[in-house]
DNA sequence: CCAAAAGTGTTCTTACTACACCCATGG
DNA sequence: CCATGGGTGTAGTAAGAACACTTTTGG
């Protein structure tokens, strides 16, 4: 069918944000409570309308900025995917684009949030808990953790999460928070400092990690792993 | 920002679809030609609004149907991404969720479509002539022949392109004609017949390709190639 | 000295590549 | 018999897993 000027139907487009970090060895989501109905109470991703003359994407950055302070140099923002059904808000016909953000851990607890009440909650609480996210938020949260998780596998994502310059290990810890499983830190050192454009040296060492100084480093400009890290 | 039931700005949802199949060993698109303004005259990629009532998936398959009379159980048929910048219509503001389908070739040439002139265009000479498609639909087409290309890697797509029973000569034609580029056919033969759940053997075989008779196949329950076949 | 984390070397195993070779059909 | 594509075997090489071992700090 072609597109034709009048009479088309009417929707509200809103976008939603899963905004993940690894806070206190878990992976965490940004979760806030609704002030009104429906779902009123309830935990529910950060979000709101696109405006008329506003680029969705941008309409994503903004509420990003709105929620957390972040600004886009700080995080990585992407578009997820855009949930459609007819119900999922009983109030009316709302077609969201959902975006995935990853921040590295904030050291002010979300900062500039104009909801009443908006926190970090691991995903596995929110996820396996009996009590469910508003709308269909489990849903959009559960395909953001998944794209996140697959994404570690073949780009350079995860320094995302880390807090630059950061060390090897700092690096591995996020994998090993996202992916839920131990990777072996010998062989780790070498995949990834290896990738060609993955790490860059600052010739500057840390020991805040304990033991023996590690070097710093900073993310390079290479966008895909060559090869990938893989999950066992 | 909390949503609000009132006072939404109203847009326009649409999907677009990008229709892929092999044919006469090339990868090509399905375009139809508009015939109003604007861009009258111009290929652009089938679509149409999504309907008040109707799931955007459910408005992606109607149209898939309506374009091409192929149902969902012969294609492959998944959610691309969103385009939403205000200008991308000069009409109004329209947001566009746009799918994939992956679809074998076709015995009769796009049946039942309503749109004035439809046909299968090879994606190289869309992309790569000076002729534009109509809207942001260049930039569309050649976000999902990237998705396509990379999906063949990991997952049993290719089969899509594929009728079945098919051999496992013409699944690797598919491979060829995705990415450009020639396969050893022995290693092809071994890793695709090796990977758990993607074939299944049908205990027929044909001579239809000239030389010695093939194993025909169909696909797997596989959802994910183990391991995935890579691209040199 | 000891614990802890960083980083290197080595071995074993697995997966991929390249290519030799045989098989079963049509013409 | 020969051309054509189907299918198997095998040797060489690259990458990953497991783990012994050394390094450099703090306490």
Same mark, same amino acid.
């Given at each position: 069918m072609a597109y034709q000027a009048s009479d088309y139907p009417p929707f509200a487009v809103t976008v939603d944000l899963v905004v993940l970090t690894v806070r206190d060895d878990a992976l965490q989501a940004l979760v806030v409570r609704r002030g009104? $109905? *429906?779902?009123?109470g309830r935990w529910a991703l950060p979000g709101g309308f696109v405006q008329v003359e506003e680029d969705v994407a941008a309409a994503a950055e903004r509420e990003l900025a709105e929620e957390t302070g972040l600004q886009l140099t700080d995080v990585h923002l992407e578009q997820l995917a855009t949930y459609g059904d &007819? !119900? !999922?808000? &009983?109030r009316m016909r709302v077609v969201s684009v959902a975006h995935l953000a990853l921040a590295a851990d =904030? &050291? #002010? /607890? @979300? %900062? +500039?949030?104009? %909801?009443a009440d908006a926190r970090w909650r691991p995903v596995d609480a929110l996820l396996g808990g009996s009590r469910r996210l508003a709308f269909d938020h489990d849903r959009i949260l559960r395909d953001g953790v998944e794209r996140a998780r697959a994404k570690l596998e073949y780009t350079? =994502? $995860? $320094?995302?999460?880390? +807090?630059? /310059?950061?060390t090897v290990g700092e690096l591995r810890r996020v994998y090993e928070v996202v992916w839920g499983q131990p990777i072996d830190p010998r062989n780790f050192h070498r995949k990834v400092t290896g990738a060609p454009g993955f790490l860059v040296e600052t010739g500057e060492t840390t020991t805040r990690q304990g033991g023996r100084p590690a070097q710093l480093y900073r993310v390079g400009? %290479? #966008?895909? =792993? @060559? *090869?990938p890290l893989l999950r066992g």
């Open positions: 009104s $109905a *429906p779902f009123e &007819p !119900r !999922r808000d &009983p =904030l &050291p #002010t /607890p @979300v %900062a +500039g949030s104009d %909801a350079p =994502l $995860a $320094a995302s999460f880390c +807090g630059e /310059p950061f400009d %290479a #966008t895909l =792993l @060559v *090869p």
